[in-house]
Structure formats: C-alpha cells, structure tokens
C-alpha cells in the first residue's frame, strides 16, 4: 500500500500565491486551499491537517484569531511542525524564485515591447504625415463631394417628389384594383347565378324537349288518325256522293210520282165530279120516273 500523504490547509484570503504553492506540494502532499477562517473550520471538523497556515490579515478576522478557533485533534511533534513548516518554506522560496524568473522573462518582453511600439510609433508618425498629405487631398475629395451631394440632394428631392406621384398612381391603382376585384367579385357571383339559371334553364329545357318528343309522339298519332279519319271520310264522301245520287234519283222519281199523285188527284177530282154529276142525273132521272 502507498503511504498516506500529510495534509496541509492553507487559508489565503486575497493572495494569488496559493494556487502556486498547492502546485508544487501537490507532488508529495494533500493540500487544501480555503479564502476564509469559516471554510478552514468547516474543514478542520471534517478532516484532520497536520498542518495549518494562514495570513496574518484575513477577511473578518485576523489569522491568530482563526487558527486560536480552529479546533483539530490531530497532535503533531514540534521537529515534525518544523518539517513540514521548512517544506513550505521551500515551496514558498520556489514560487518566489518562479516569479522572478517570470519577472525577468517579462522585463525582455517588456523592452522587445518598447522596441516594437517605438518601432511601431515611428511608423505612425510616418503615417501621420502621409495621412496628412491625404487629408489635404481628401479636403479637395470632400469639397467636391459636398458639390456631387448637394446635386445628388437635389436629384434626391426630385426623385421623392417622382416617387411621391408613383406613390400616388400606385395608391389609385389599388383603389382601381380593389374596385376591379369587387366588380370581378360581383361578376362571379352574378356567372354563378346565371349557371345556377342555366342548370335550371337546361333541367326546364330537357323537360320541355321531353314534352316536345312526347307532343310529336302525340302529333304523330293525330296525323296517323287524322290519315285514318282522311281515308274514312273519303269513304263517307264517296257513300255521301252516292247517297246524294241517289237522292237525287229518288227526288227526281219522287217528282214523278207526286206529279202521278197530283195527275191521279186531279183526274180522281175530275172522276168524282163527273160521278157527282151522274149520280145527280141519276137521282133527277129516277125522281122524273
């Protein structure tokens, strides 16, 4: 089994340091870094340390004070302490023999820097001149450009004023148009009206040519009887005209017999008469006897 690492807590209220020095003892040992004298005796009750450092200066309260109040059970023997507090020296002393090798390498950064920005400065005022030059020629740029604005200003309002009257055209097109669509509106509904008619008209046509057939059926059958009535009265003229024949002959023979009749009348008066006359001559004949 590895052996246990020792634990240290370090308690750095504002420092930056800390996270350097937990770096390098990280290596060999367990170390804890809290920001307050709280979070350290939260800690202390959970875990035992076999070491605790703090600064001197700490958020609400001193370090002295934090470490009289932080209670740990753990019991460490004084050349144990200077162990581990040499430790820390060491790492402390290597983190301050980081930063200055970081200082250093900073203040070669430093004066590369300031040769570059003295570098950088005279080509800015290299630049400075030229833009110089270019502002006396862009003042010129800019006087002619105020004239091309002030034209295309003028051309601008006289475009407005243009698209103003297009404007205008435009917003009686649309009232044209939304009169259009309410004339076309009305239209479909007055075509489907009138194919609603249709299909009515074509429903009363269909039956009217229905009727039509039916009435030439009946035409048919009247002209087909009137040519059967035709053929009989033909037939009824013919009889007619050999009644009427004989008609006339049974007049014309009537004629003579009611003149035989007359005649036989008048010849029976004249008989009579004269058998009057006889029969007076005959009485005054036998009175006369």
Not at 114 to 131: G, S
Not at 232 to 257: F, H, M, V, Y
Not at 267 to 286: G, M, V
């Amino acid at each position: 089994m590895s052996e246990s690492k020792q634990k240290f807590m370090i308690i750095d209220g504002e420092s930056g340091a800390s996270a350097a020095i937990q770096e390098i003892l990280a290596q060999h040992y367990d170390v804890t870094i809290v920001g307050t004298a709280k979070e350290a005796a939260e800690k202390a009750e959970n875990q035992d340390f076999d070491l605790i450092v703090t600064g001197y200066i700490l958020p609400q309260i001193s370090g002295a004070k934090a470490i009289s109040e932080i209670k740990t059970t753990k019991d460490i023997a004084p050349e144990e302490k200077a162990k581990l507090l040499k430790k820390l020296r060491e790492a402390v002393k290597q983190v301050e023999m980081d930063f200055q090798a970081k200082k250093s390498a900073t203040e070669v950064l430093l004066r590369e820097s300031q040769a570059k920005q003295d570098k950088i400065l005279d080509l800015l005022n290299d630049r400075m001149r030229q833009l110089e030059n270019e502002n006396t020629e862009l003042g010129r740029e800019v006087r002619s450009f105020k004239e091309q604005l002030s034209t295309a200003v003028k051309q601008r309002a006289d475009a407005e004023e243009k698209a103003e009257a297009a404007r205008n055209d435009v917003a009686h097109a649309e009232r044209e148009l939304e009169t259009l669509l309410a004339e076309k509106a009305e239209a479909e509904k007055q075509a489907e009206t009138a194919l609603l008619e249709k299909t009515e008209i074509e429903k009363t046509a269909g039956a009217a040519i229905k009727e039509r057939d039916e009435a030439e059926k009946k035409v048919d059958d009247a002209l087909h009887e009137r040519a059967e009535m035709e053929k009989k009265l033909a037939g009824a003229t013919r009889n007619i005209e050999a009644l009427n024949k004989q008609t006339t002959s049974l007049k014309e023979e009537l004629d003579k017999t009611i003149t035989i009749a007359e005649t036989a009348v008048n010849e029976k008066t004249r008989l009579q008469e004269k058998l009057a006359k006889i029969q007076e001559n005959w009485e005054k004949y036998i009175a006369d006897k």
